[in-house]
């Protein structure tokens, strides 16, 4: 099972209606802590376990549910946890960055 | 003194804090980068910026202090405010500007 598997199978206790895993580790190779074997992902997640949470209780709710993940397989985690509310009044074009 | 009283010392004696990697003028990370410049962007002038790139036992020792597991960590008055996504969309929404005047940090945009 690869990573972005594994991020998604450890997401469901949240019983996400979507997950969008992507591997940017290409954008930072070479830097210190991709040598070191963590990838850096960007996730973008919806689940109405986020509702009625501030954005820190919900990365933390994210970092939980990762477990030890988050200190070997994944150096780095961008977040993006959405409720579906949230997220049908967003437009679902990711910004570039 | 242990590393947990060090780095309580450190959010508490400085109004704004970020753990970063490498120096607020060279970051050796982009979500390092990202936060020091959405602290630029907020007015922020202080800022004590604490490389943990620099000293192994910081690096450990204030992912135990939050429960966070990831670099870049601000604090402001004491208080852990979040990494590098947070910070954006805080300042996106004026949250961040507000806690920084709340803290005095910055005066207040009309």
Same mark, same amino acid.
């Given at each position: 099972?690869?990573? =972005?598997?594994? =991020?998604?199978? &450890?997401?469901?206790?949240? *019983?996400?209606?979507?997950?969008?895993?992507?591997?940017?580790?290409?954008?930072?190779?070479?830097?210190?802590?991709?040598?070191?074997?963590?990838?850096?992902?960007?996730?973008? =997640?919806? *689940?109405?376990?986020?509702?009625?949470?501030? %954005?820190?209780?919900?990365? &933390?709710?994210?970092?939980?549910?990762?477990?030890?993940?988050?200190?070997?397989?994944?150096?780095?985690?961008? =977040? &993006?946890?959405? %409720?579906?509310?949230?997220?049908?009044?967003?437009? %679902?074009?990711?910004?570039?960055? | 003194?242990?590393? @947990?009283?060090?780095?309580?010392? @450190?959010?508490?004696?400085?109004?704004?804090?970020?753990?970063? +990697?490498?120096?607020?003028?060279?970051?050796? /990370?982009?979500?390092?980068?990202?936060?020091? @410049?959405?602290? +630029? $962007? /907020?007015? !922020?002038? @202080? !800022?004590?910026? !604490?490389?943990?790139? $620099?000293?192994?036992?910081?690096?450990?020792?204030? +992912?135990?202090?939050?429960?966070?597991?990831?670099?870049?960590?601000?604090?402001?008055?004491?208080?852990? !405010?979040?990494?590098?996504?947070?910070?954006?969309?805080?300042?996106?929404?004026?949250?961040?500007?507000?806690?920084? $005047?709340? $803290?005095?940090?910055?005066?207040?945009?009309?």
């Amino acid at each position: 099972m690869n990573t =972005i598997e594994q =991020i998604r199978q &450890r997401l469901q206790p949240l *019983s996400p209606l979507m997950v969008e895993v992507e591997d940017d580790s290409a954008l930072h190779a070479g830097h210190a802590g991709a040598r070191a074997g963590g990838g850096h992902y960007d996730l973008h =997640i919806i *689940s109405d376990a986020f509702a009625g949470k501030s %954005t820190v209780s919900r990365h &933390r709710m994210i970092y939980q549910a990762l477990g030890e993940m988050m200190k070997g397989d994944i150096h780095a985690l961008a =977040i &993006r946890a959405q %409720t579906a509310e949230e997220a049908s009044m967003q437009p %679902t074009n990711k910004e570039h960055r | 003194m242990d590393i @947990q009283d060090v780095i309580r010392e @450190q959010v508490s004696s400085n109004p704004v804090v970020l753990y970063m +990697k490498g120096v607020p003028q060279m970051p050796q /990370c982009g979500f390092s980068a990202t936060a020091v @410049q959405i602290l +630029k $962007a /907020c007015g !922020v002038s @202080q !800022v004590f910026a !604490v490389n943990v790139l $620099a000293d192994d036992a910081i690096r450990q020792g204030i +992912k135990e202090f939050s429960n966070w597991p990831t670099i870049p960590q601000l604090y402001i008055g004491g208080e852990f !405010v979040g990494g590098a996504d947070i910070l954006r969309e805080m300042y996106q929404n004026g949250e961040l500007q507000q806690m920084l $005047a709340d $803290a005095g940090v910055v005066t207040a945009q009309s």
